[in-house]
């Protein structure tokens, strides 16, 4: 009965060091090194087209992000929303968004 408890046991203790240390593994290769500095250039883009970007509602109008400096403020809000509007997606602070009226885009 000592030594079926023995082997039973030792099994048991072996399976368990097997199962905790898993199959062995590949040794993973080093992450590559990149080095912009010394990269080809893929392309040039044109000064023209950095910096900019235009976003819809800036355009049409609507509820968009409030600028930084008037975040935690009730300023700067033109109108209220129209009724059943959303006001923010779920899970966002209402307070972060306000009106924007569409920029005028006609040439003067």
Same mark, same amino acid.
């Given at each position: ?24 593994? =590949?040794?993973?290769?080093?992450? #590559?090194?990149?080095?912009? !500095?010394?990269?080809?250039? $893929? %392309?040039?883009?044109?000064?023209? /087209? ?23 403020? =009730?300023?700067?809000?033109?109108? #209220?929303?129209?009724?059943? !509007?959303?006001?923010?997606? $779920? %899970?966002?602070?209402?307070?972060? /968004? ?11």
């Amino acid at each position: 009965m000592r030594k079926t408890h023995r082997i039973l046991t030792a099994s048991v203790t072996l399976a368990a060091l097997a199962a905790a240390t898993g199959p062995p593994r =590949a040794q993973e290769p080093p992450a #590559a090194q990149l080095t912009p !500095a010394t990269m080809k250039r $893929a %392309g040039k883009v044109d000064a023209r /087209y950095q910096f900019y970007n235009v976003e819809m509602l800036e355009v049409t109008g609507g509820r968009f992000w409030k600028p930084y400096k008037d975040i935690g403020s =009730a300023t700067g809000q033109s109108r #209220a929303p129209a009724e059943g !509007a959303s006001v923010a997606p $779920a %899970g966002m602070d209402p307070g972060l /968004y306000q009106y924007r009226p569409p920029k005028e885009v006609q040439d003067a």
